[in-house]
């Protein structure tokens, strides 16, 4: 059963617009979660990542929205650029569970057109 | 600094073949993880560990064996490949077990099983 759900396999934007990126969570214990971005042949880099604690996470371009009542957490870029065109994945973490053990998503591609 | 490398980049085995997945890390990490990869699929884990001499088990830990022998190496083994074993496999590092240090991915390794 996944616990990290990231509905939309893909997303295409216009460069300049906003893009946003859902994800769904199911376990109530997830107390950290993080965005990360995949390119092609490349291994996943760290975006930006949001506490429990918080609903609101920005750096940048990125911000992150948490609504823990709805368990659901949305990426937001604005304005989209054409570099931005990757997979991001939505993780989640219980750090009362197994240390470090994220939990990922299926992944949403983004593509950002010119 | 090199950050996160992985040996080798490729590789084709049979089944029944055995082979070594090599990941080191030059930032004094003491957390190390092996994850995996499949088509239309988040990152997985395999084995962590949370320093040097020590490892421990991930969501999919069957068919594979992990060692730690040096704080900034982290070996991934396959004794009995089986076409299921068919991934890319994704080596991470981090300060710390908890998502509030993110974790440091390499490049990846595709392995093919036939």
């Known amino acids: 059963d996944q616990q990290v759900k990231q509905n939309s396999p893909s997303l295409s934007v216009q460069e300049g617009r906003i893009s946003i990126l859902n994800c769904d969570y199911t376990n109530s214990m997830f107390d950290y979660f993080l965005w990360y971005k995949k390119y092609p042949a490349e291994g996943p880099t760290f975006l930006i990542s949001?506490?429990?604690?918080?609903d609101k996470n920005e750096d940048g371009r990125f911000t992150v929205f948490l609504n823990k009542s709805a368990k659901h957490l949305s990426l937001h870029i604005v304005p989209s650029q054409p570099g931005d065109s990757a997979v991001y994945f939505c993780?989640?973490?219980?750090?009362?569970?197994?240390?470090?053990?994220?939990?990922f998503g299926k992944g949403t591609k983004l593509s950002v057109k010119p | 600094n090199a950050g996160v490398t992985q040996t080798p980049k490729f590789r084709v085995l049979k089944t029944g073949q055995s082979m070594t997945l090599l990941c080191a890390q030059d930032m004094n990490h003491e957390y190390m993880y092996w994850y995996r990869q499949d088509p239309g699929m988040g990152l997985r884990l395999i084995h962590y560990s949370v320093g040097e001499g020590t490892t421990a088990k991930g969501e999919v830990p069957d068919g594979y064996n992990v060692s730690r022998l040096k704080k900034q190496n982290f070996l991934l083994g396959l004794e009995s490949a089986a076409p299921s074993q068919t991934s890319v496999y994704f080596c991470?590092?981090?300060?710390?077990?908890?998502?509030?240090?993110?974790?440091?991915f390499g490049p990846g390794t595709r392995l093919t099983v036939t």
């Open positions: 993780a989640a973490e219980n750090y009362g569970g197994s240390q470090g053990n994220l939990i």
């Open positions: 991470a590092s981090s300060t710390s077990g908890t998502s509030s240090y993110e974790q440091y």
């Open positions: 949001i506490s429990s604690i918080k």
